[in-house]
């Protein structure tokens, strides 16, 4: 178990986001892997086979004074990366991370797609998501400590959470596990190059795989031909390699990739509403 927590969602609490790659020559990879982990808008970052060899997720908070393009350009500089894309989300068609444990689970599953109402974040809103945020203690109250601390009944504080709930802010609330010891040893990015007509289309129906756990649509460039993602977990690579040719055989698309992370460098839930994000910036 990593964490048990609320899991929110980062544009709906006004943060620019996005995927990130850097191409970055290896005798430089880990101190650029170091500067990178630093910002705290760094939730990923993985050592890739592939000439882009860092991924990481980046955000920027929704006061930031520089913006993601800037920060991110702050990075390549500061890293003496050679080359580096921003693959920002276009269009999401699941992000579920459910890891199959039984063996008994479909291969192909329904994606709900989930309406969700407007609010306006109040300052009661946002404190209450930086208790959401934190790992649970192992107690007989673990939110005990956190209405007290915002004189809140648990009525009040859980009426709050069910309106960030029922509103989207808030994914779920949920154990959230090292996909590794529980069993699922191997993690493909499979990424596929997409006429922009079909995108939507097989972006649904890939997005059915059981074993996928994300899929977006995201720009392609020149040197970046590929728009549509799709994570991929199995318990073995050879696994994947099945999964994502069985995923091409039933789109017929033929220009794909298959990124496996040779190396973590940072894993972690971002923490929202936290002053080393303005810490950051002024020190750059």
Not at 144 to 160: H, P, Q, R, W
Not at 166 to 179: D, K, P, Q, W, Y
């Amino acid at each position: 178990i990593r964490q048990t927590s609320a899991i929110f969602d980062t544009k709906r609490l006004g943060y620019k986001s996005s995927l990130v790659a850097f191409k970055v020559a290896e005798d430089r990879i880990d101190e650029a892997a170091e500067i990178i982990n630093q910002h705290p808008g760094v939730s990923h970052n993985y050592l890739r086979n592939h000439d882009y060899n860092i991924w990481f997720t980046m955000a920027v908070a929704p006061d930031s004074k520089l913006g993601l393009e800037k920060t991110i350009d702050i990075l390549k500089e500061q890293t003496g990366a050679d080359d580096g894309i921003v693959l920002p989300t276009l269009k999401m068609f699941k992000i579920s991370v459910k890891m199959d444990t039984t063996g008994n689970r479909a291969k192909k599953e329904k994606v709900k797609k989930l309406a969700h109402k407007e609010i306006e974040l109040s300052p009661q809103h946002i404190a209450v998501i930086k208790a959401l945020q934190k790992d649970i203690a192992v107690t007989a109250e673990p939110f005990k400590e956190a209405t007290e601390k915002l004189g809140l009944s648990y009525d009040e504080f859980f009426a709050i959470a069910n309106e960030l709930k029922e509103s989207g802010v808030m994914r779920r609330f949920a154990t959230i596990l090292n996909h590794r010891k529980a069993g699922f040893g191997a993690n493909a990015m499979s990424v596929w190059a997409v006429p922009e007509e079909k995108g939507e289309e097989i972006g649904k129906e890939m997005a059915e795989f059981s074993a996928v756990s994300h899929c977006y649509l995201r720009p392609s460039y020149p040197n970046w031909p590929y728009n549509l993602f799709a994570m991929v977990h199995a318990k073995t690579q050879e696994e994947c390699d099945t999964l994502i040719e069985e995923m091409a055989k039933e789109s017929g698309l033929t220009e794909y990739g298959k990124l496996y992370s040779t190396q973590e460098f940072k894993k972690q839930r971002l923490v929202y509403f936290d002053d080393a994000f303005k810490a950051w910036e002024e020190s750059v």
